[in-house]
């Protein structure tokens, strides 16, 4: 675990604020040559200032306190091609466009440093144009002398706990009040690290009154955040944190450090009530906030927080990297508990990269046999966890004696020992921990009692485990911790398997599988869905393994349920319906608000190629922070439309199978997987041992499609559903029976989303038959033309592609089809957007550049005119999707999970299965590059033959691919269905 490392001292802190003008003149601007009366409006002018020892409230707004170094930052943001002056006082600092300004380009601004002389009254900023002006100015005041202040604070941050409380004591008295509301408020930290919560929080309310009685804005809104966390570690008091964080409202304005800070806090709040979609986008604007002003302490307070939340998502490598940039970063002057708290950091990290080196990505509950240390002369990953948190526990026991945090490190080497399988180690470092923390945070509790549990488990004791998980039950609802509630049940499943309780077992594997679907909930889009689920995946290994033993058919609905989990929480469309008419409203502007965000992003985007390299720059800042914006609002769309809703529980009891079809579903389990052939006639369940997915094809076909041969044999076409990694196994290219699989059958590719209503739009679906007998347009059951909608070469360097669609617009135009064609130029991001969701549209080609990327495959896109994409976001919003869709371009059906990308489990995400979870019917693609000429042969194919069924169409032409060329890469294409 980690515990947030979050206060910050009030005395020397960077302090920040900003004000944004646009005013056609400032009697405080320095004198400057009369110029005409502007008629022309004045320019958009931002500032921000950071480095004040304290802000304080003024009639004006905002004075700053001049900090001991007489240095201020600004942050200035105006057009790049206006004068900006910065003066103190009458004295010019610097005078030029924005984009010759002396300072660091950040967010489309500059960050400048300006020295402030000794009896300065002002600093102040000008922006100028076509002789319009906008200007800023803030106040100066003299700093706070307070030496001994400075000295007991020192004191403190360097673990001398009893010297400090004796100096805080001594300033009760200054004659001067803010002193000693700086004394009280610290004398408030000091019985925080020793453990007295109730001291400490009345001395942060008494600080906090003194300081807004002061107008000491800077100093009020520290303590308010130091009390904010000390409710929240200590007994979880989340209304209580909120309020003081909600308190700050007014202040803010006039402060906006409470604008860079406060999200930083409020990350703390959502990320330990597990709202992770919040924690990520308050930690961004925290980080925006560091990033602008140059508070590089704060800075790295963000990174640790996100490297622990990157941990909760599953991701420790990426945490492990940003770790590594915080120790490089931070000075080795820093305090001990600086030092102790990235060094817990830095162990607790160490053991998540353990445990997904295992094939975990988190503590599992319940026994399974210790990581195995790495041979002499290569990493051993627990060895790497204990160096580090043996150091950190010597700093809580030495310079910095905190008992909760000592508490914490504890725990963790704890953990660590009993993955070495050294329980009895484990055991003494867990009783250590609770006598030095008689009242700990209930997420430190969480995993007391998880170790309490697995020692019992480990130890043969299973009906004291059960008691144990319990407890832990009752720990986590009483404390919001989704993740305990998830730990409890499972470890209450693994306690009554070992007794034998096999209903009971399933039942635990169940309910922990439903906190599963409420926890697919809380990650944003594009943040490591797949890898958070996939830490969680071990209840559905579990119940699959026990019910395969049991009861095939319920192990079938298990394994499937598990499968869809991540994207069937993306269907929107199907959730809407159920909302009120509040929550109606807010959905509708959510995507709404997307969609036009969407195409105005694009539209500024055409226009690139006539800024200068500054400016295209700064546009680029500008829009890469715009677009994590535009992100959000979808995200908040889909989150809307299925908050509420059981995701367990659409999953029909069977697959829709037609006559002769079979279905193959492939799910991990304890050791190996769980295979079941699926037909009209019932369920063929086989354990499969675990396969080494580099292994010659011959092998993968003895492993996969042998134990199901009578059924195989007795099939006419195959629909395989396999999880996570085995997804990228070509099976339709497997060997069988002396052939590629293809050859004796189609075969599709399922994702098993849950069965869906016929959008009016697209109920009629698309087939291959002609024009009406008395000549008129076909149409669909809706009464709208039936057409297709081809999409060819947006970025003019294919001329294979543009072939191929003159080819498909011939074939569909042969069948009654009216084609509305969009190439080159013309298929710009407004235009194909708005023609896919058009009534009628049954079918949908693309011939042009796929690619995939990012977390989740949010990244990937078909490349449109202008340098825009149709991007998975844009998918997922669409309010219909054409029946069928081929995609001609590489990497269109390819996923993360089937990259075997680290900690990518279960289903992913890539564009085509985007356009299924959108309501489509078939979708073809590739799930890796393709050749340019391949494609065209492919697809020339594909039309050329009368089948009307996605699977067989493609079957006869990879097959006619593979007899023209045998050394091509025919089976790079899959059908995917719903």
Not at 597 to 622: K, M
Not at 633 to 660: H, M, N, Q, S, T
Not at 918 to 935: K, N, W
Request: hydrophobic share 45%.
């Amino acid at each position: 675990m980690t515990r947030r490392r979050a206060l910050r001292t009030a005395l020397g802190a960077a302090i920040l604020g900003a004000m944004a003008l646009a005013l056609a003149g400032d009697a405080h601007r320095p004198p400057a040559p009369a110029t005409p009366a502007s008629t022309a409006p004045a320019p958009p002018l931002e500032v921000e200032f950071a480095g004040c020892s304290a802000v304080h409230a003024v009639h004006a707004g905002p004075a700053c306190a001049l900090p001991g170094d007489r240095t201020l930052r600004l942050w200035v943001k105006a057009p790049l091609d206006a004068r900006v002056v910065i003066a103190v006082d009458a004295t010019v600092a610097a005078d030029a466009p924005l984009a010759a300004l002396d300072g660091a380009l950040v967010q489309g601004g500059v960050l400048a440093r300006v020295p402030v002389p000794d009896g300065a009254r002002a600093v102040s900023v000008t922006a100028e144009r076509d002789g319009a002006r906008a200007s800023f100015r803030l106040p100066l005041l003299p700093p706070l002398e307070a030496p001994p202040l400075k000295d007991a604070e020192a004191l403190r941050r360097n673990g001398k706990l009893d010297e400090a409380s004796s100096a805080l004591d001594a300033l009760a008295s200054a004659p001067d009040p803010a002193v000693q509301a700086l004394a009280v408020g610290k004398r408030a930290r000091v019985d925080l690290a020793r453990g007295r919560i109730p001291e400490a929080i009345a001395g942060f309310e008494a600080s906090i009154r003194a300081h807004r009685a002061a107008g000491r804005v800077s100093d009020e809104l520290l303590d308010r955040f130091a009390l904010s966390y000390t409710l929240l570690y200590n007994g979880r008091r989340f209304a209580e944190a909120r309020a003081a964080l909600g308190a700050l409202g007014p202040l803010e304005a006039i402060h906006p450090e409470g604008r860079a800070l406060k999200p930083y806090y409020e990350a703390l709040l959502s990320s330990e009530s597990g709202d992770l979609r919040a924690a990520l986008r308050q930690l961004d604007a925290s980080a925006a906030g560091a990033e602008r002003l140059g508070l590089g302490d704060h800075r790295l307070h963000v990174l640790q927080m996100r490297a622990d939340l990157l941990q909760t998502l599953g991701r420790p490598l990426e945490a492990q990297a940003l770790l590594r940039e915080v120790k490089a970063l931070l000075p080795a002057s820093s305090a001990p508990c600086e030092q102790a708290s990235l060094l817990n950091d830095v162990g607790w990290n160490a053991l998540h990269v353990a445990w997904a080196s295992g094939g975990s990505s988190g503590p599992p509950a319940g026994v399974r046999a210790p990581l195995a240390r790495a041979d002499a002369g290569s990493s051993a990953p627990l060895a790497d966890a204990e160096a580090p948190l043996s150091a950190a526990l010597a700093l809580y026991r030495g310079p910095c004696p905190r008992p909760a945090e000592q508490a914490n490190v504890l725990t963790n080497l704890a953990l660590a020992k009993l993955e070495a399988g050294q329980t009895g180690a484990a055991r003494a470092l867990l009783d250590e921990a609770r006598r030095t923390d008689p009242r700990p945070d209930a997420r430190v509790a969480m995993y007391w009692i998880e170790i309490e549990g697995r020692i019992a488990l480990r130890s043969g004791s299973p009906a004291s485990a059960l008691r144990i998980y319990d407890r832990l039950s009752q720990l986590a609802e009483a404390s919001e911790l989704p993740e305990g509630r998830y730990r409890a049940a499972l470890g209450r499943g693994r306690a009554l398997e070992a007794l034998g309780r096999l209903d009971a077992a399933i039942a635990a594997y169940e309910g922990a599988e439903a906190v599963r679907g409420d926890l697919s909930l809380l990650v944003p889009l594009g943040q490591g869905r797949g890898g958070y689920l996939g830490r969680f995946e071990e209840s559905a290994r579990l119940e699959v393994d026990l019910l395969l033993r049991r009861d095939p058919r319920r192990a079938l609905r298990a394994a499937r349920r598990s499968r869809a989990l991540a994207l069937a929480a993306l269907r929107w469309i199907d959730g809407i319906e159920a909302l009120g008419g509040e929550e109606r409203a807010r959905w509708e502007g959510a995507l709404a608000a997307y969609r036009d965000a969407r195409a105005a992003f694009d539209e500024e985007g055409r226009d690139d190629w006539r800024l200068s390299s500054d400016e295209l720059q700064a546009a680029r800042v500008t829009r890469a922070s715009r677009g994590r914006s535009i992100r959000a609002l979808l995200d908040e769309a889909l989150f809307l439309a299925r908050r509420g809703e059981p995701v367990l529980a659409e999953l029909a009891d069977a697959p829709a199978l037609a006559e002769g079809e079979l279905m193959l579903v492939l799910h991990p389990i304890r050791d190996g997987w769980a295979g079941f052939a699926v037909s009209r006639g019932g369920v063929v369940a086989r354990r499969l041992p675990a396969l080494d997915l580099s292994s010659p094809a011959t092998e993968l076909a003895a492993g996969l499609l042998a134990p199901f041969a009578a059924p195989l044999r007795a099939a006419t076409r195959l629909r395989v559903a396999a999880h996570g990694a085995l997804d990228r196994i070509d099976f339709h290219a497997l060997p069988w029976d002396g052939a590629p699989l293809v050859a004796h059958m189609p075969v599709t590719y399922g994702l098993d989303l849950p069965e869906r209503g016929a959008r009016p739009a697209d109920a009629a679906g698309a087939t291959r038959s002609a024009g009406a007998a008395d000549g008129t347009q076909p149409v669909d059951a809706a009464g709208a033309p039936r057409a297709a909608l081809v999409v060819a070469d947006p970025r003019r360097d294919l001329p294979a592609a543009r072939r191929e669609a003159d080819a498909v617009a011939r074939a569909l135009e042969g069948w009654g089809l009216r084609v509305e064609r969009l190439s080159g130029g013309l298929a710009t991001h407004r235009a194909v957007a708005g023609a896919l969701e058009q009534p009628g549209i049954e079918l949908f080609h693309y011939a042009g550049h796929g690619f995939f990327g990012g977390l989740d495959g949010w990244d990937s896109g078909l490349a449109l005119a202008g340098g825009s994409e149709l991007a998975v976001g844009d998918i997922l919003a669409l309010r219909r999707a054409p029946a069928r869709v081929v995609l001609s371009g590489c990497d269109t059906a390819r996923t993360e999970a089937a990259q075997a990308s680290p900690g990518a489990r279960g289903l992913g995400l890539g564009l085509a299965q985007a356009l299924l979870v959108a309501g489509a019917r078939s979708v073809i693609a590739a799930t890796r590059p393709v050749d340019d000429a391949l494609a065209e042969r492919v697809m020339a194919a594909l039309y050329a033959g009368e089948q009307q069924d996605p699977g067989a169409q493609l079957r006869e032409a990879t097959l006619a691919a593979l007899r023209a060329d045998p050394s091509c890469d025919w089976a790079s294409f899959r059908a995917l269905v719903p």
